[in-house]
């Protein structure tokens, strides 16, 4: 049984159509890997799901329940979600800042086993050194960090992610990424993350959907939808593919010409 179900999902910005009849189906102990240009409509499905934003048309069901129909606070304790960047407007320790993943859990105050959750959740990022830092003087690479760490303190079922190695540098996306993994393995709960770097997609993702102009158009393993083909027609670039431990390697060459807007029929591919 699937834990999360997008059913022709639909989304536009006034006149402007940005997701149009996307479908996905996530299992548990699963990471999806969406990728795409800019505007393909990754980070809006990821806002979609998180009921950020409302689509105009289609169902997203969890655990066989559509999420509209669930209390913010009960929806909170099922997902996590974190987005491309946050704006912090008030002073707050990281410790403080971490802590707040625990809220959907809380009663009154928080518990020993909070506070344990916290820590524990610091120690795995290896951020515990920060704790007591506010988190405005960090950099951009440890504030990612910390809302990552954050997110993981709700111990949600299904965890949103928006391009979580934007602010990284390559040391620490394959760090964060790896401990992403290792949790949705562990823990057995499911990930969809929206990102840019093709080869952090393929050596983590279990499949990959591939989004263009607001449309699927490629799902799959990684080998069958990171082909050079499907990235010269959604990128526009030409690109030498190799295998690496079973797993495609992308090299960009170069820009290719594309006809129109550089789209195509929709390719569906469930390899």
Request: with cysteine; net charge neutral.
């Given at each position: 049984?699937?834990?999360?179900?997008?059913?022709?999902v639909?989304?536009?910005?006034?006149?402007?159509?940005?997701?149009?009849?996307?479908?996905?189906?996530?299992?548990?102990?699963?990471?999806?890997?969406?990728?795409?240009?800019n505007?393909?409509?990754?980070?809006?499905l990821i806002?979609?799901i998180?009921?950020?934003?409302?689509?105009q048309?289609g169902?997203?069901l969890?655990?066989?329940?559509?999420?509209?129909?669930?209390?913010?606070m009960?929806?909170?304790?099922?997902?996590?979600?974190i987005?491309?960047?946050?704006?912090?407007?008030?002073?707050?320790?990281?410790?403080?800042t971490v802590?707040?993943?625990?809220?959907?859990?809380?009663?009154?105050?928080?518990?020993?086993?909070d506070?344990?959750?916290?820590?524990?959740?610091?120690?795995?990022l290896?951020?515990?050194?920060?704790?007591?830092?506010d988190?405005?003087e960090l950099?951009?690479?440890?504030?990612?960090?910390?809302?990552?760490?954050?997110?993981?303190?709700?111990?949600?079922?299904?965890?949103?992610?928006?391009?979580?190695?934007?602010?990284?540098?390559?040391?620490?996306?394959?760090?964060?990424m790896?401990?992403?993994?290792?949790?949705v393995i562990?823990?057995?709960?499911?990930?969809?993350?929206a990102?840019?770097?093709?080869?952090?997609?393929?050596?983590?993702?279990?499949?990959?959907?591939m989004?263009n102009?607001?449309?699927?158009?490629?799902?799959g393993?990684?080998?069958?939808?990171?082909?050079?083909?499907n990235?010269?027609w959604?990128?526009g670039?030409?690109?030498?593919v190799n295998?690496?431990?079973?797993?495609?390697?992308?090299v960009?060459?170069?820009?290719?010409?594309?006809?129109?807007k550089?789209?195509?029929?929709?390719?569906?591919?469930?390899?």
């Open positions: 049984m699937a834990k999360l179900k997008v059913k022709d639909e989304f536009s910005y006034a006149s402007v159509s940005v997701l149009k009849e996307v479908c996905i189906e996530l299992a548990e102990s699963e990471m999806l890997g969406v990728v795409g240009p505007g393909a409509g990754k980070s809006t806002r979609c998180d009921r950020i934003l409302k689509p048309r169902l997203i969890l655990d066989e329940r559509d999420i509209k129909d669930m209390r913010l009960e929806l909170a304790k099922k997902m996590g979600y987005p491309q960047s946050t704006s912090q407007v008030f002073p707050a320790t990281v410790f403080d802590l707040m993943g625990r809220r959907p859990h809380l009663d009154w105050r928080s518990s020993e086993k506070t344990e959750k916290t820590l524990e959740t610091l120690q795995m290896n951020i515990e050194e920060l704790a007591m830092r988190i405005n950099s951009g690479g440890q504030q990612q960090k910390v809302f990552i760490a954050r997110a993981l303190t709700q111990e949600p079922d299904v965890l949103l992610l928006d391009e979580p190695t934007s602010n990284l540098d390559i040391r620490h996306q394959l760090e964060v790896g401990i992403i993994k290792n949790i562990e823990k057995g709960i499911s990930a969809i993350m990102i840019h770097d093709l080869n952090l997609a393929s050596r983590y993702a279990d499949r990959i959907l989004m102009s607001g449309k699927i158009f490629a799902a393993n990684p080998v069958s939808v990171l082909t050079p083909d990235i010269k959604v990128y670039v030409e690109a030498e295998n690496n431990n079973g797993r495609p390697y992308i960009p060459i170069r820009p290719v010409k594309q006809n129109g550089g789209t195509c029929e929709s390719k569906w591919n469930m390899q």
